[in-house]
T-cell receptor
């Protein structure tokens, strides 16, 4: 069983607010990822990190930003939320080895009004 | 480039029916292949994986065989249960490049009692 946590699980917030979605893992994994899942189920990689102080943009352009100051923690921030940011956000992590499985957190479902 | 194509859903079956969800891929070399499952309101869980040609991944009665000749990784189960209702994602992990998972679009499965 993977130990990767996301908070909050659900968030309803007004337009223009700053939000931070938390993601933590206790497995000591070097690699971490953020995915955005649209209502049609498709998953899009928006950010990833290979380790502390490493962050990269994913395949889908996103207005969010991430940081990786500690191995176990990979928060995602939206400076000014908009209704177009309404989605489910999934965090994942994996070891830094070839063919390694990604383990996913339970997700944060965000609704911006 | 790398891509994964899954059988379009939704798929609806009766309990104890045989299940096949087709998955084909395009990739350079021999990627690792995965099936993930997403139960309602949850994140993704690894269901099974295969890392080389002719490998068979299996878990919870589900099976998939890595077929390089047909570039396929079809998911099968002999007798489905209501609790198997979920969204199923096929994915590949390329052997070259940034080691980012490439997901199919997902197949929603509903099992009726």
């Amino acid at each position: 069983e993977a130990d990767i946590y996301q908070t909050p699980r659900y968030l309803v917030i007004g337009t223009g607010k700053k939000i931070t979605l938390e993601c933590s893992q206790t497995m000591g994994h070097d690699k971490m990822y953020w995915y955005q899942q649209d209502p049609g189920m498709e998953l899009h990689l928006i950010h990833y990190s290979y380790g502390v102080n490493s962050t990269e943009k994913g395949d889908l352009s996103s207005e969010s930003t991430v940081s990786r100051i500690r191995t176990e923690h990979f928060p995602l921030t939206l400076e000014s939320a908009r209704p177009s940011h309404t989605s489910q956000y999934l965090c994942a992590s994996s070891e830094n080895r070839e063919y390694e499985t990604q383990y996913f957190g339970p997700g944060t479902r965000l609704l911006v009004l | 480039g790398n891509s994964v194509t899954q059988m379009e859903g939704p798929v609806t079956l009766s309990e104890e029916a045989f299940l096949t969800i087709n998955c084909t891929y395009t990739a350079t070399g021999y990627p690792s292949l995965f099936w993930y499952v997403q139960y309602p309101g949850e994140g993704l869980q690894l269901l099974l994986k295969a890392t080389k040609a002719d490998d068979k991944g299996s878990n919870k009665g589900f099976e998939a065989t890595y077929r390089k000749e047909t570039t396929s990784f079809h998911l099968e189960k002999g007798s489905v249960q209501v609790s198997d209702s979920a969204v199923y994602f096929c994915a590949l992990l390329p052997i070259q490049g940034a080691q980012k998972l490439v997901f199919g679009q997902g197949t929603r499965l509903t099992i009726n009692p």
